[in-house]
């Protein structure tokens, strides 16, 4: 079973930045494909970001790219999302998820159903 613990969040200015980080244990944190995903109030969970096991390959929701960064750590066995140029729309409970993978399945995907971990997550708000 894989544990995910995410931190970071909190309350930041528009056009300030954060970054998250989600921490996994419980498997080896090289063979996992990462994302983050968001939920506002009243809206669907939604994706952000997504990092392969190898890190080589990663994908961004348009209205954050450019913006936002996904990267992993596979020695601290930590992903991070570092987040700039925030605007309120940004303002949402930030989950971190998880899935295994086979060496050859270097890839990402934006399907919340596709991953089977998934952190408690971290409010992120933006005031205007």
């Known amino acids: 079973q894989v544990q995910l613990v995410e931190s970071g969040g909190g309350l930041v200015q528009a056009g300030g930045s954060l970054r998250l980080s989600c921490a996994a244990s419980?498997?080896?944190?090289?063979?996992?494909?990462m994302a983050w995903f968001r939920q506002a109030p009243g809206s669907e969970r939604e994706f952000v970001a997504a990092i392969s096991w190898s890190g080589g390959s990663t994908d961004y929701t348009d209205s954050v790219e450019g913006r936002f960064t996904i990267s992993r750590d596979n020695r601290k066995n930590t992903v991070y999302l570092q987040m700039n140029s925030l605007t309120p729309e940004d303002t949402a409970v930030y989950f971190c998820a998880a899935v295994k993978r086979e060496y050859y399945e270097d890839y990402t995907t934006n399907f919340d159903f596709d991953y089977r971990h998934w952190g408690q997550g971290t409010q992120v708000t933006v005031s205007s």
């Open positions: 419980g498997q080896t944190f090289g063979s996992l494909s």
